[in-house]
Every structure is written in C-alpha cells, then in structure tokens.
C-alpha cells in the first residue's frame, strides 16, 4: 500500500468522523429547522399547559435523526463520504449518537432551564383517577425531565435507523407517522372490534405492560408516583424501552454496513 494511502487510514479516527459528522448537523438548515420545530413545542405546552409536550414533539425527534442519518442517500453524497472515511460501521454509530444529541440534547437543556428558572411542571404528577396528587420538587422535575429527553433520544434514534434502513427520509418520516399516529390508534381499535372490546381481558397484565404504548407512558411520567409494581420500576422500564429500539438499530447497522448504496 502507498504511504499515502496509509496516512490516510490511520488518519481517520472515531473523533474525527464524530467531529465531521457534528460539523454536518450543525450547518444543515433542515436540521435547524426541526430542532428549533421541537423546541418551540416544548416550550409551548411547558409553559401553557405545565407538562413537558414530549408526546407531540417526539414525532420532530425521530424526523430530525431521519433527517440527520439519510439526507445523503437522495443525493448521492453518501458514496462520497463512505470513500473519505472507509469505515462503515464508524460512520454508522457517528450518525446515530448525533441524531440522539439533536434529538435530546437542546430540549433537555431548555427543560431544564424551565425548571430551574420558573418550574412549569409543579403539578404535572397525578393520582390514579387523574387528579394531582401535589406539586413536584426541583428534583422530581428534574427527574420528569431526564425522563422526557430520553425519549426523545429514542425517537432520534428509531428516526435514523428507520432512514438507513429505508435509505430515504421520506420513507422513514412516513412510518414514522404511521407508528407515533395512526398505527397507535389501529392497536388499540382493531384488536377491540375484532375482540368485542375484550381484548384487554384476554391479554394478561404483564403482556399490556411490555407494549410500547405503555413503555412510554411510563417513561413520560403518567404515572410519575404512582407505580409500584416491578415493571413499573424506573431501571425495567428503561431497559424494556432499549429492547424495543434494538432491533431497528442492529438492522439499521446491518443494512449500512453489509449492504449495497
């Protein structure tokens, strides 16, 4: 191998494909767009409505890693950027945690502000019938937010597994349209038609817990202090929700790296 060659090997380093992947997101107007879609949301409903507004806002979250991970498919600059750093799966992992920081990472610190300077979500916890149970602490607050960011961390990252896997930003914001939208609303209506609305009777608890409709109620907060079960633990919810997300991550990592642009 030339010494040219070789000093461009070794050249190429975890850091920085990192860096050049950071310096893409920032000057990308898109992205930009959608972070600050996503924020305005979050602000919106903290300040209005006293609860975090991730439930509308992680739709931005995963178009934003869609965005960040397979913007360069449709133009055909993603060969160029493969033949510069060589190293697929580098490049993989690069832009999957920069979709999860641009997903996560400008909401928690305006959340956090929020928090610290006015704390919108003092009676954000609620009892079993709806009604609030008292207000939050700083640090319950805090936790709701750490809470709220990783989900939104989570949809940034489906967002940019879901592009690599599809090799296309539109196709990814479809589904996820189809997952956070209407295909939430099909799990619940089809099983009950088709059951007679005994379908929550059949399934048994354990198995509605595990659901990701319900992995993310918790992890939102619905029941911020009033779950007391094991699955309801804050360390299992955490964990069912990484299960849930792994499989559109190790496919995405496949996709990239094994198969053909």
């Known amino acids: 191998m030339p010494k040219a060659d070789r000093v461009h090997v070794v050249g190429v380093t975890a850091e920085r494909v990192m860096r050049g992947e950071l310096y893409r997101v920032v000057t990308t107007r898109s992205v930009w767009f959608l972070v600050g879609a ?29 965005v960040i991970a397979g913007a360069e498919y449709s133009s055909g600059a993603l060969l160029m950027t493969l033949v510069a750093v060589g190293r697929r799966g580098l490049l993989f992992w690069a832009r999957v945690l920069c979709a999860v920081l641009a997903a996560a990472l400008p909401a928690f610190v305006l959340m956090v502000v929020l928090v610290l300077v006015r704390n919108p979500y003092l009676h954000f916890a609620q009892d079993g019938s709806g009604g609030a ?27 940019a597994s879901l592009a690599v896997i599809a090799k296309s930003v539109s196709v990814a914001v479809i589904i996820l349209a189809l997952c956070f939208g209407l295909g939430q609303m099909l799990a619940i209506m089809v099983p009950a038609l088709f059951s007679g609305g005994r379908f929550a009777l059949i399934a048994p608890d354990w198995v509605n817990a595990i659901l990701p409709s319900a992995v993310l109620t918790r992890l939102l907060g619905g029941d911020f202090a009033s779950g007391t079960g094991l699955l309801d633990a804050l360390p299992l919810t955490v964990l069912l929700a990484l299960a849930w ?6 496919w995405g990592h496949h996709t990239f790296v094994r198969s053909s642009l």
């Open 38 to 66: 996503e924020l305005l949301i979050v602000a919106l409903f903290s300040l209005l409505v006293g609860v975090p507004g991730v439930q509308t806002a992680v739709l931005l979250a995963g178009m934003l890693g869609a």
């Open 133 to 159: 149970i008292g207000p939050l602490g700083t640090g319950e607050a805090l936790l709701l937010v750490c809470r709220g960011a990783f989900v939104l961390a989570l949809a940034g990252l489906i967002g």
């Open 245 to 250: 997300c792994l499989p559109f991550v190790l």
